[in-house]
């Protein structure tokens, strides 16, 4: 079973910046993993992938100040969020599985929040 664990969410400032990591249990290299994310009252959304190939994909809302990336050495997955806005404040989730389709993922971690002041 794969176990996934976020870290470094928090409070900034509108137009500062944040990175999350994600630890996973497991060898992740080949998977497709990614980070979600789910503000109240809303669905939850993919922000950002990475296929097993290395292929990136974004949301068109965070794409140019979002980077997703990982290190397959210490099995950790980063989103790197640049310029961030209000509208960004949400629980942040990594996921991952076999696709990088939304039903692909099976693998989730408990999620971190994100808070963007105004």
């Known amino acids: 079973q794969v176990q996934l664990v976020e870290s470094g969410g928090g409070t900034v400032q509108a137009g500062g910046s944040l990175r999350l990591s994600c630890v996973a249990s497991g060898d992740i290299a080949r998977t497709c993993v990614g980070w979600f994310r789910q503000a109240p009252g809303k669905e939850r959304e993919g922000v950002a992938t990475i296929s097993p190939g290395g292929a990136t994909y974004y949301a068109d809302s965070v794409k140019g100040r979002f980077t997703i990336s990982q290190d397959n050495d210490v099995n950790t997955l980063y989103l790197q969020m640049n310029s961030l806005k209000p509208e960004d404040t949400a629980m942040y989730y990594c996921?991952?599985?076999?696709?990088?389709?939304?039903?692909?993922?099976?693998?989730w971690g408990q999620g971190t929040q994100v808070t963007v002041s105004s």
């Open positions: 996921a991952a599985g076999p696709g990088c389709e939304i039903r692909d993922f099976h693998y």
